[in-house]
């Protein structure tokens, strides 16, 4: 048997190729997620599996191959999530030069993004010390302070909040309430939103009770 840099002889086995997923495989992965995503939003992340197969088109052999226990697909949406939304914090910041347009673009991004999908991260089983959540938490933390520390500092963004406080807005006016159906309730998302984020700039015109929420107190919360 040889050892690193010796070379090759006969009777060596050669290195194992690992097969790429397949592009059909890959879509109906997306697929399911995408699916879940939505799904988690209009009724919780206990929705039925097969209601999942369903949404996404495609046999409930195929979730199950794809995500055999439930808190593997949670752990992919969240995952996906997370790094969707900081792809848009960061193209905000990048591309509008006016801050609190910047972070006025973001919100309603991340509602399109389903941010409220998120809600298994305040589970208490749910398991967000993952080495790879915890990469894209961070991320997304960096920035989305980015964005509100430069439209405060700009005196763009009232400075009695805190990212949380925009998270928190953001995550509840995108959720539907309870016992209404998530395509009736849909229209009315951006435009909420927008009373909130008007509400966000500054100057602001009432004092907040309370003091700005921090991702830190959303975290010692869940």
Known sequence: MRTDGETPV?????????????????????????AAREMFVEFGCAVPYDEIARRAGVGNATLYRNFPERPE????????????????????????ADTFAAVRRFAHEAADERVGALCPMLDGTFDKDHPDLVVERERLDEAVEGLVRRAQTAGRLRADIGVGDLMIGVSQLTRPLPGTGCEDFAPFVHRHLQLFLDGLEAPARSALPGTPATLGDLRRDA
């Open 10 to 34: 006969r009777g060596d086995a050669p290195a194992r190729r690992v097969p790429r997923p397949r592009a059909d495989a890959l879509r109906n992965r997306e697929r399911l997620v995408t």
């Open 73 to 96: 697909l949670v752990h992919e949406v969240v995952l996906s999530i997370l790094a969707r939304l900081t792809e848009r914090a960061e193209r905000a910041a990048a591309e509008e």
